[in-house]
C-alpha cells in the first residue's frame, strides 16, 4: 500500500508562480511513474505531467513552458513548480504514482487563480 500526500495549493493571481508537493510513503525512485494530473471544474481529470524511473518527463501541450516537474528521491517527494498561472490553470490537482503495476492516487489539492 503507498500512501500520498498533496501540499502547496491554495490562491494565486494570474501571472504568479505555485509549488505543489507530492509526499509518497515510499521512497520516489520505487515507483515507475510519478505524475500530476488536474481536474478543471466541470471537467474529466486531465494529464498534467509525470517524471518515469530513468528521470525522464513528459508535459501536456498546456504545461509546456510553465510548468516543471521534479523529484527528490531522498526525501520521498515529487514537485510541481507552476509558473506565470492562468485563471484556466484553476482546478483540483492530484499526484499519482504507480508501484508494482498498481496506480496510486492522492487526494487532491485546489489550486485557484484569479484574474
Known amino acids: 500500500q503507498v500512501q500520498i500526500v498533496e501540499s502547496g495549493g491554495g490562491l494565486a493571481q494570474s501571472g504568479e508562480s505555485l509549488r505543489l508537493s507530492c509526499e509518497a510513503s515510499?521512497?520516489?525512485?520505487?515507483?515507475?511513474?510519478m505524475g500530476w494530473y488536474r481536474r478543471l471544474p466541470g471537467k474529466e481529470r486531465e494529464y498534467v505531467a509525470i517524471v518515469l524511473k530513468s528521470d525522464h518527463t513528459n508535459y501536456a501541450d498546456f504545461a509546456k513552458g510553465r510548468f516543471t516537474v521534479s523529484r527528490d528521491d531522498t526525501k520521498r517527494m515529487l514537485f510541481l513548480q507552476m509558473n506565470d498561472l492562468k485563471p484556466e490553470d484553476t482546478a483540483v490537482y492530484y499526484c499519482n504514482a504507480v508501484y508494482k503495476g498498481h496506480l496510486y492516487w492522492g487526494q487532491g489539492i485546489q489550486v485557484t487563480v484569479s484574474a
Open positions: 515510499r521512497s520516489a525512485d520505487s515507483f515507475s511513474t
